[in-house]
């Protein structure tokens, strides 16, 4: 399959390896913390390559931004159920140690790409009113 632009991103690479090591030690979890919590968890970090994806499809700087927001928020929801997940004692030191570091290079990452897209043209808003 050949690449497309968004995979060429970092930040969507990046995006993709932490719903990658999440998936990995989600699935070790017993079934009631994968249906409750890990179900949670995985549907936030998918989302955040996922929506990176859609918005860069989308063709328009304005819908691409508001793609990368929602991608933003899905990072910050995933961050949510990793404390609880953390403090419910389903992640290990170790794990929490593989997964921060993705999550502190992600975080500002997917804010500068935010702001790279550009602001929509004064004419294409007016146009897209």
């Given at each position: 399959m050949s690449r497309t632009n968004f995979e060429s991103l970092i930040v969507y690479q990046l995006a993709e390896r932490l719903a990658d090591e999440l998936w990995k030690i989600v699935l070790k979890w017993n079934l009631f913390a994968r249906d409750t919590v890990g179900k949670q968890i995985i549907r936030a970090a998918d989302s955040v390559g996922a929506n990176i994806a859609e918005g860069t499809g989308r063709?328009?700087?304005?819908?691409?931004?508001r793609f990368v927001r929602i991608s933003r928020g899905s990072l910050y929801e995933a961050r949510h159920w990793l404390r609880r997940a953390y403090n419910r004692r389903l992640l290990?030191?170790?794990?929490?140690?593989?997964?921060?570091?993705?999550?502190?290079?992600?975080?500002?990452?997917?804010?500068?790409?935010?702001?790279?897209?550009?602001?929509?043209?004064?004419k294409q808003r007016a146009t897209d009113n």
């Open positions: 063709g328009s700087f304005q819908d691409n931004r290990t030191e170790k794990e929490v140690n593989k997964l921060k570091p993705i999550i502190d290079e992600l975080t500002p990452k997917l804010n500068a790409y935010l702001r790279s897209i550009g602001n929509v043209p004064e």
